[in-house]
């Protein structure tokens, strides 16, 4: 009698699903990836759900040889909005050796609001450009010859010259010169 024995690893195919971040910000980009091993051929898709733009895979193919190999596929997603995003992986794997093997998974991704500054920094753009514009008038007033200045507060009861409740403070400029156009 005569025995052959053969040592390896024989390894059932098999995919899992993967993301490279678990939470984002609006706007930031994640990878989403399949790994699938020992596979001769596969069918594997994954889609998402949610506030997320480009997060799709769809590869149905098979190896050249039909030997098993490794295989690895990813997309990029983008978060579009606050809230959470659910990709889905579905389809099926063959081995050479094991057969087809349905697939399936899942993974969630928060997305959170954006935090960088953006919207203090405007308003603050705005609020400093307001007061340059208004220290610009001072100076332009103080600076020039012969002039009146007349104040009208608004805010106060019914707005002073009627002009309602702004709450800011107008300037007009009189001058006692003329100038012929």
């Known amino acids: 009698i005569v025995m052959f024995m053969f040592t390896g690893s024989v390894y059932a195919a098999s995919a899992s699903l ?14 989403v990836t399949v790994n699938a091993t020992s596979v001769a051929a596969w069918s594997i898709h994954v889609t998402a759900s949610g506030p997320v733009t480009g997060c799709s895979i769809n590869e149905a193919d098979g190896t050249a040889n039909t030997h098993d190999a490794n295989k690895s596929f990813s997309a ?11 990709v889905t992986m579905s389809g099926d794997v ?8 349905d697939i399936s998974g899942s993974k ?30 001072n100076s332009e007033v103080k600076n020039q010859n012969n002039t009146a200045v007349v104040a009208a507060v608004a805010g106060t009861a019914g707005g002073a ?4 409740t702004i709450g800011t403070i107008f300037g ?3 001058s006692k010169k003329r100038k012929k156009l």
């Not at 983008?78 to 995003?85: D, L, Q, V």
């Not at 500054?117 to 340059?132: Q, R, V």
Request: hydrophobic share 25%.
């Open 76 to 86: 990029t997603c983008t978060a579009t909005g606050e809230g959470t995003i659910e």
């Open 172 to 174: 007009v400029v009189v």
């Open 18 to 31: 993967s993301v490279s971040k678990e939470s984002v910000s609006v706007g930031e980009s994640f990878t």
């Open 161 to 164: 010259a009627g002009l309602g």
């Open 108 to 137: 969630t991704v928060t997305v959170t609001a954006n935090n960088n500054n953006n919207n203090n920094n405007n308003n603050n753009g705005n609020d400093n450009g307001n007061a340059n514009a208004t220290t610009e008038t």
């Open 94 to 101: 063959t081995s050479e050796v094991d057969g087809t093997v």
